[in-house]
């Protein structure tokens, strides 16, 4: 999970209310009938109480914190261990019991012993903390998401394990939920003076700093969508994240890696404890490893293989990952190293226990991607589309889908991966001509509600779906009457009851996430988005990076056609650099002065960010300490001036 998943972490409460002007529609946080059916034909597939996920999800259970509540030190709650304790019993009607049984298993939380020298915190965030014992100390794996977070975990072990330093610290990729929390497990001055090693896959700092850097603005805002941001847990709202319960919402930090790993097959003793890595870059992150733990005879799946089917292309939005080098790796690791193992984990969910149920573990999941792959690409090149190959395959799932609940779709989907798997061979083109050059939603959706008949024949036709439970037709029909016709309010309440009621049915997780986020912005309006930002990440950007995002919210027809080049010389970090202005782009040179700069702006890195991205003036930023700035003062508040502000939020189901 990703830095800007970060940003969208903390519910904030949902408000179910009825409607005014909708005829026979079913109230507002009630399933419907159709719904109500569609949930117990999901729930008569559901395998019998007792199965081997209740037992290994529970099983080592050692202890918990007293208190369910983490608190940040200014009083802010961060966690709420407790926060999905009502999922017990039979799946209420507004919840997929499919994904109703998945929470039952990942809701349980502490500390519990994987074998006679590891164990795991699970259920103080989205991701797990494994810790081993080495011969001196704790050797940490996976930090959690914030230092929070993490720093309550460490107590839990030290309380119930005994007191021991941390001797090693290990992230296996480069998203926040796995490094976050890691100041609350040491001090930065113990890995600076290599008193601690801090190791990680080779490109760790820089994708962990940059993936979400040029289109952080989008990805923060539809992560909102996908964690569901906004939503109460609560049978009416969220139900986890499918991989986990929640995101933590305290402070993320990073420490820099002290050692990086490259190949698989490297290995490192890390406190006497022998410890062998798989690189998996290129599947769920950029950078990412899987570790052999030898002396234990355990396995770490980061998040190659989880509890469930993941994300080849996540909702939020990112790179389209290779799920073909997914299967890979996951061969490798049946043929590799299943042999060596008793126990596999992973970076989220729960252990599977035995040699035998490990191997055929990570043979299910790794089939269940060459699937996914091969049977994608077999019908993109009989020429299928992502539409019809999504539908087919979803409406034909594998044979093992029944029987191994781990490759079901409770975060990633098999719609959506299908999508993304064409995405990554053709893109989004179909060859359709008539798709070529579409106009844009709102003039698109004017044209079809006119050819339609008007809003009124529209809002019947959706209505005849909506009683008949086709809501899939009915948030088609009245999306595109919501984009015609924003001020239509009885089409908005009806268009968020079809995501509602399409929500509760969805084994999805993240699917139900959406679904409801939306219903809530069409009820609700856009709840306000927090831009808060880690200083450690901040820290870590490369200045490169840095330019090039402040040219992404370049304006140049605000700047009127003007050209100007800026030197920077950032004396904090012995460094210099330049911008290129001129009438279509600004372009960020790191490396050198320019010889003939317009002005020239010399101080600390705060005063760039300050320029460049806070959007101070130019007057107010000269006066700081350290801070000189020589030359056309004018011109750069007028380049400021052209920059777009950071974003916060965009509306997503009106236009």
């Known amino acids: 999970m990703t830095l800007t998943a970060m940003r969208a972490a903390l519910a ?47 099983r080592g259970f050692l202890a918990t914190r007293k208190d369910p509540v983490i608190l ?22 507004t919840v997929n019991p499919s994904l109703w049984r998945h929470m039952t298993h990942l809701r349980h939380h502490g500390l519990f012993k994987v074998t006679e020298n590891v164990w795991q915190v699970r259920g103080f965030d989205v ?72 190791i990680a896959p080779e490109g760790f700092m820089e994708e962990a700093t940059s993936e979400n850097v040029m289109a952080g603005g989008a990805m923060m805002r539809r992560a909102a969508f996908q964690f569901g941001t906004g939503l109460a847990p609560g049978a009416t709202g969220q139900m986890g994240s499918g991989i986990g319960m929640g995101l933590s919402s305290g402070t993320l930090s990073l420490i820099a890696p002290t050692d990086t790993v490259a190949k698989t097959g490297e290995t490192r003793v890390v406190d006497g404890i022998a410890l062998e890595f798989q690189i998996v870059s290129g599947t769920e992150a950029p950078a990412e490893f899987n570790v052999m733990i030898a002396p234990e005879k355990t396995f770490l799946a980061a998040e190659t293989a989880t509890c469930t089917l993941h994300n080849i ?20 690791a049946v043929t590799r190293y299943a042999p060596q193992s008793d126990t596999v984990i992973s970076s989220h969910c729960w252990p599977i226990f035995g040699k035998a149920e490990s191997t055929a573990w990570l043979a299910a999941q ?59 061979y053709l893109g989004w083109y179909d060859a359709v001509p008539a798709n070529l050059h579409q106009h844009p939603p709102v003039e698109r959706a004017r044209r079809l509600v006119e050819a339609l008949g008007g809003a009124e024949r529209t809002l019947a036709l959706a209505q005849n ?5 086709d809501y899939r037709w009915a948030s088609d029909l009245l999306q595109n009457l919501v984009f015609a016709a924003p001020e239509n309010a009885e089409a908005k309440a009806m268009l968020a009851n079809s995501y509602e009621q399409q929500g509760y049915r969805s084994e999805s997780a993240i699917w ?58 950032l004396t904090d970090r012995k460094e210099q650099a330049m911008i290129e202005v001129g009438p279509q782009a600004m372009i960020g040179r790191v490396g050198t002065l320019p010889p003939q700069p317009g002005v020239t702006i010399r101080g600390p890195r705060r005063a760039l960010l300050a320029l460049f991205f806070v959007k101070m003036p130019v007057e107010s930023v000269s006066p700081m300490e350290g801070v000189t700035i020589e030359g056309d003062r004018a011109g750069l508040q007028a380049l400021i001036d052209a920059l777009d502000p950071l974003p916060h939020g965009f509306d997503i189901v009106t236009p």
């Open 12 to 58: 904030l409460g949902l408000g179910l209310g009825a409607f005014h002007g909708v005829a026979a529609q079913d109230a507002a946080g009630t399933a419907s009938a159709q719904t109500r059916a569609a949930q117990q034909a999901a729930a008569a597939q559901l395998p019998p109480e007792g199965t081997r996920d209740a037992d290994f999800a529970r």
């Open 72 to 93: 940040a030190p200014n009083g802010k709650v961060v966690w709420n261990l407790d926060a999905y304790a009502f999922v017990t019993g039979p799946a209420p009607d």
């Open 127 to 198: 991701s797990n903390m494994t810790i081993i014992r080495g011969a001196t100390g704790w050797i940490i794996i996976d930090p959690l998401t914030s230092v929070e977070a993490a720093a309550a975990a460490m107590e839990l072990v030290d309380q119930t394990l005994g007191k021991r330093p941390v001797t090693g610290l290990i992230y296996s990729h480069s998203h926040g939920d796995h490094f976050g929390g890691a100041k609350g497990v040491i001090d930065p001055a113990d890995a600076a003076a290599r008193k601690v090693p801090v």
């Open 313 to 332: 292309l996540t909702p939020r939005g990112a790179k389209v990952r290779d799920a073909r080098a997914w299967a890979h790796y996951l061969d490798e």
């Open 366 to 424: 790794r089939d269940n991607y060459r699937w996914l792959h091969d049977q994608t690409v077999r019908r993109m090149n009989r020429g299928e589309t992502m539409h019809e190959i999504a539908e087919a395959l979803e409406s034909s799932p594998p044979p093992g889908n029944g029987q191994e609940w781990s490759t079901r779709g409770y975060y990633g989907t098999i719609s959506h991966n299908a999508k993304a798997i064409y995405q990554f």
């Open 465 to 469: 779906a909506m009683a008949a439970g």
């Open 512 to 569: 139900r996430n959406q679904f409801l986020a939306a219903a809530s912005d069409l009820r609700k309006g856009r709840a306000p988005m927090s831009a808060a930002q880690s200083n450690d990440m901040i820290a870590a950007l490369a200045t490169q990076e840095l330019l090039d995002s402040a040219a992404t919210r370049f304006a140049p027809e605000r700047h009127g056609g003007r050209r100007l080049i800026v030197g920077i010389e």
